[in-house]
C-alpha cells in the first residue's frame, strides 16, 4: 500500500506528465533483441520467388534468394533472430522432406547463417507442412496420429536442422516425449550445445488460422485436439511446461499469445527457463484487417499487443509484426 500524504491523495499523474517522465518510468520495454520474425522459406525453382500470402498481409512465402534478401533487409533495421517454417515441392506419407538433407528448411539455414552469420537462427520441427495428411506426426489408417513413431522422425529433423547451422531448434508437434526424444538425438550425433525452444504451451486455437495457408499445412481430415491444448485448460500447460523441462527444453513457448496472457504470467511465476510467446498469424491479421477497414491504428495497435504480451511475462516475442517493429522501437 502506497503512503499518502496527510490531508491529501496520490497524484499518480505526476509521473505522466510528459512523454519523457512517461518513459523514464516505464516498467515493461520492448527491444529488437526481444524479437523473433517468423519466415516461410518454399522450395521453388525461381528461388526469387515473393509469394504474397493473402491472409497475413505483408508476408510471403520466399523462395531462398528472395528469403536471403528480405532477412538482410530486416537486418539492416536491427532485426536478430528468425523463425524458419518450410513448404516442399513435394509431401508424402511420411513427410520424408521434413528430415532431409537437402529440405528447404536445411537448405534456407545454410543460406542465412552463410550470408550473416551472426544471425540467430531458429527452425520449427514439425511434419505437418511436410505430410500428404497435413498431421504433424505419422497416422494410422483408421486416421489416429502414431505418437511414439512420429517421436523418431522430429528426432532425425531436429538433427538435421542442427547439421546445416540452426541455432535453435522448436518442436512444435505437440507430441508426448519429443522433447526428450531430440535431446538424446541431438546429445549423441554431436550437437549437445544445440538447445530446444518447447512450444510447451500449444492451444488447440482458432488463431491459427492464417497460417495453414501460409505453411499450406492443413490437415486433410480430423483436427489436432488430441494432440494440441484444450483452450479451456490452465493446470494442464504446468503439467506440459513441467514434463519439458524435465525432458530437457532449454527454453519455453505459450502459444498462441494475446489469447493466453494468463496462462505467459502463470509459466512465468512457475519456472525459470526463458519463456517465449508467440503472437500468431489470427492475431496479426486481425489486426491487420481493423487497420485496413480504419478501425484502429494499426502502430498503436501493434506496439500494444506486444507490450502486453512482454508484461505478462514473456522474454522473447516470435511476431509476424518483428520487422515493422524494428522501425518503431
Not at 495453414?212 to 504446468?238: H, I, V
Amino acid at each position: 500500500m502506497l503512503p499518502t500524504v496527510q490531508g491529501d491523495f496520490y497524484r499518480g499523474r505526476r509521473l505522466r506528465a510528459s512523454a519523457a517522465l512517461r518513459d523514464f518510468v516505464r516498467e515493461t520495454k520492448v527491444s529488437p533483441e526481444h524479437l523473433v520474425m517468423p519466415y516461410f522459406a518454399v522450395e521453388a525453382e525461381d528461388e526469387n520467388l515473393d509469394k504474397p500470402i493473402t491472409t497475413m498481409p505483408g508476408q510471403s512465402q520466399l523462395g531462398l534468394k528472395a528469403l536471403v534478401a528480405r532477412v538482410g533487409r530486416a537486418m539492416d533495421k536491427g532485426l536478430r533472430a528468425v523463425m524458419l517454417f518450410g513448404i516442399p515441392a513435394k509431401k508424402d506419407a511420411s513427410g520424408s522432406q521434413a528430415y532431409a538433407d537437402e529440405g528447404i528448411v536445411q537448405r534456407a539455414v545454410a543460406a542465412l547463417k552463410a550470408a550473416y552469420p551472426g544471425l540467430l537462427v531458429l527452425t520449427d520441427v514439425c511434419l505437418c507442412e511436410y505430410t500428404s495428411h497435413g498431421h504433424c506426426g505419422m497416422v494410422t489408417p483408421a486416421g489416429d496420429v502414431r505418437n511414439d513413431v512420429t517421436l523418431e522422425l522430429l528426432a532425425r529433423t531436429a538433427v538435421s536442422h542442427a547439421k546445416a547451422g540452426a541455432d535453435i531448434v522448436a518442436p512444435s508437434d505437440m507430441m508426448d516425449g519429443r522433447v526428450l526424444a531430440i535431446r538424446q538425438a541431438l546429445d549423441h550425433t554431436g550437437f549437445k550445445n544445440t538447445p530446444i525452444m518447447s512450444y510447451a504451451v500449444k492451444y488447440a486455437s482458432a488463431f491459427y488460422g492464417p497460417f495453414r495457408e501460409a505453411a499450406e499445412s492443413a490437415p486433410q481430415f480430423g483436427d489436432r485436439k488430441t494432440y494440441q491444448m484444450d483452450p479451456g485448460n490452465w493446470r494442464e500447460a504446468l503439467r506440459e511446461a513441467g514434463a519439458d523441462v524435465a525432458e530437457g527444453a532449454d527454453f519455453l513457448m505459450v502459444k498462441p499469445a494475446g489469447p493466453c496472457l494468463d496462462i505467459i504470467r502463470l509459466v512465468r511465476e512457475s519456472f525459470e527457463l526463458p519463456l517465449a510467446a508467440y503472437q500468431v498469424s489470427g492475431e496479426y491479421a486481425q489486426i491487420k484487417a481493423a487497420a485496413q477497414l480504419g478501425w484502429m491504428d494499426h502502430d498503436k495497435v501493434m506496439l500494444e499487443s506486444v507490450l502486453a504480451i512482454k508484461r505478462a511475462g514473456a522474454d522473447i516475442i516470435i511476431t509476424y509484426f518483428a520487422e515493422e517493429l524494428l522501425g518503431l522501437l
